[in-house]
């Protein structure tokens, strides 16, 4: 089976209006920067996405965010985006809020077949509204189902043609655990490699999950915050 695409445009023509998605990351690190531009173009709309963050304004999913495209964001972070703010105080954006390592779980649960978790995260606070709860060795715990999404739109470091990916450094967060925890995911790849270049023990994602792969047109390595320290002198 051939899994290659030619194009991210392409790709995110499987993906329908109303869809939920998840889209691999940590900040501006590690985003299906093609993936997610070619969505804009197409105008997909009415998604609900499942990311760790919203992106910036200008990059990430900040621009589906300012074209209305999104409906609803889970998230565990929604900080350095106005156009977010903007919208889920004006009341057009729904958001749904998780605690980090409860987001990281939820998915994690979603790609392992596991129909739901107790966790004391979140116990007695907001999060736990309308959530059953339970005592577990005299502490207090609060049930969160798995997260599962239409799409996972992930991004590697290498890839091969059948599907395998390789992620590097921080590019690694939840990029793996969404590729598992979806009906079809879509995998853009700095560098597409040949079957066997990549070492079986440094697979981190091994290609049955992956439904295609394509060879990423060009990269920004954007940071989202430079932090340098002052030259003396």
Known sequence: MNKVLDSADEAVARIFDGATIMCGGFGVCGNPENLLLA?????????????NNAGIDDFGLGPLLKAHQIRKMIASY??????????????ELDVELVPQGTFSERIRAGGAGIGGFFTQT????????????????????????????DFALVRAHRGDRLGNLVYR???????????????????????????????????????????????????????EKRTVRERRG
């Open 122 to 149: 979140g116990c007695n606070t907001v999060v736990a509204e309308g959530k059953e709860t339970r005592v577990i060795d005299g502490r207090p715990y609060v049930l969160e189902m798995p997260l599962k999404a």
């Open 78 to 91: 929604v900080g350095e985006n106005r156009e977010f703010e903007r919208q889920f105080l004006a009341g």
């Open 39 to 51: 969505l804009r173009r197409r105008g997909t709309r009415n998604l609900t996405v499942i990311s």
């Open 169 to 223: 450094k921080t590019a690694r967060n939840f990029n793996p655990m969404m590729a598992t925890a979806a009906e079809c995911t879509i995998a853009e790849v700095e560098h597409l490699v040949e079957p066997g270049e990549i070492p079986p023990d440094t697979v981190h994602t091994p290609g049955i999950f992956v439904r295609h792969i394509l060879q990423g047109a060009e990269y920004e390595h954007r940071v």
